[in-house]
């Protein structure tokens, strides 16, 4: 499979929004429930002044990432991403590829390490994805996230030097 992977334009903001609406839907993955509009998820994350890249295969976008500072002033030289891939794309090695590539782009940004603040216990695909591309899990935030199958599970943090 041949994915490109290229910086988001204006016209691919409504495909990364309705593949963010999917996802949230499935409730299984991010915290955001259904108050959060596309105006406050605009204004937070996707959006074109945070570091926002999507993924083609075929010429179709598959999936997406963003990434931005951790944390304001003294903290922000620590990036935070967030990955999305397309449902019925899911097992194709296209999150691993997100994953390398936002290393790169975030070390020449001038971040000194990326965190992810929240990954949920029970999805298996990205903490491989994560380990396999040098991330450790830092910390466990007990019943960090209500899983709508599952009740409560477990939130890890992540971390990598880059």
């Given at each position: ?82 990955y ?10 296209i ?16 971040y ?51």
């Amino acid at each position: 499979m041949n994915i490109k992977i290229r910086p988001a334009a204006p016209k691919d903001l409504e495909v990364i929004w309705q593949m963010w609406k999917t996802i949230m839907k499935q409730k299984i993955y991010y915290p955001y429930d259904d108050s959060f509009s596309r105006a406050d998820i605009e204004k937070s994350w996707v959006n074109l002044t945070n570091h926002t890249y999507v993924a083609e295969v075929e010429d179709k976008v598959v999936g997406a990432y963003i990434f931005k500072a951790n944390q304001p002033g003294y903290g922000g030289h620590i990036a935070n991403a967030a990955y999305m891939v397309k449902t019925e794309n899911r097992g194709q090695g296209i999150g691993h590829f997100l994953c390398a590539h936002s290393i790169e782009m975030a070390k020449e940004a001038g971040y000194r390490g990326m965190q992810f603040n929240l990954v949920v216990s029970t999805n298996k695909g990205a903490i491989k994805t994560w380990l396999d591309n040098g991330f450790e899990i830092i910390g466990t935030v007990p019943e960090g996230f209500y899983h709508v199958e599952e009740g409560y599970v477990d939130a890890y943090i992540f971390y990598r030097k880059l």
